[in-house]
């Protein structure tokens, strides 16, 4: 079975913080994704990246960025977090390159900004 | 842009009883369309993909069905149980990107 893991469930952080919200995935995919989800908005892409060291943007990149190390490793990084940063973050991976695999999804992070 | 449509918002329906699941989208030109599950606090867990050339996908009590002239798809569940109860969303896949829609909150009541 894919394990898509991510490193909180719950999250607080105070305004102006460096936030980092680390996804693993131990199936050797190609591709990763960071989306939040929010009521009323659904899930939105924030960035995806389909190798290592390589990135794009998806619909709502401002005021986040990623880094993508190792294969198995994506990282959401906001760089001074904000209020309306609060969020559900789903981290998710797919084998092949593009959209047009399964996702595979992780548990969530629930991230709090006071 | 992409925009997925999920009606109704939440559903409640009885034990046992068959039900539908509706999701439209305004463009038709896509790759595939993918049904999820999400429970209370949880992450996504992939149900069906249809792909873009196909019409319909059968796992256990559940089917879908994608018509892509018209930008609709059903998620069909027979003989609903409580353990079905969850939030259920649909996805369309552009190049590089899923979009979407807002979900359907469904209850199974024993």
């Known amino acids: 079975d894919v394990k898509v893991t991510q490193s909180s469930r719950y999250l607080v952080k105070r305004t102006g913080e460096k936030v980092f919200l680390e996804c693993v995935q131990d199936?050797?995919?190609?591709?990763m994704f960071w989306y939040r989800q929010d009521p009323g908005l659904g899930l939105r892409l924030i960035y995806f990246?389909?190798?290592?060291?390589?990135?794009e943007k998806g619909d709502i990149p401002e005021g986040y960025s990623v880094s993508r190390e190792k294969k198995e490793r994506f990282s959401l990084i906001l760089e001074s977090a904000s209020t309306n940063q609060t969020s559900m973050y789903l981290c998710?991976?797919?084998?092949?390159?593009?959209?047009?695999?399964?996702?595979?999804f992780g548990p969530g992070t629930r991230l709090t900004v006071l | 842009k992409q925009e997925v449509t999920q009606i109704p918002a939440a559903l409640s329906v009885p034990e046992g009883e068959n039900l539908v699941l509706n999701c439209s989208f305004t463009?038709?030109?896509?790759?595939?369309l993918q049904w999820f599950r999400q429970d209370p606090g949880k992450g996504l867990t992939s149900l069906l993909l249809?792909?873009?050339?196909?019409r319909e996908q059968t796992s256990g009590r559940l089917n879908a069905s994608l018509d892509k002239s018209s930008g609709r798809s059903t998620l069909y569940i027979a003989a609903s149980q409580p353990g079905d109860s969850a939030t259920y969303l649909c996805?369309?896949?552009?190049?590089?990107?899923?979009?979407f829609g807002t979900g359907t909150r469904l209850t199974v009541i024993p």
């Open positions: 249809i792909q873009s050339s196909q």
């Open positions: 996805a369309v896949a552009g190049a590089n990107n899923l979009f």
């Open positions: 199936m050797d995919h190609e591709n």
């Open positions: 463009d038709s030109a896509i790759y595939n």
């Open positions: 998710a991976s797919s084998l092949v390159a593009g959209s047009t695999d399964t996702q595979y």
């Open positions: 990246s389909y190798d290592v060291k390589m990135k």
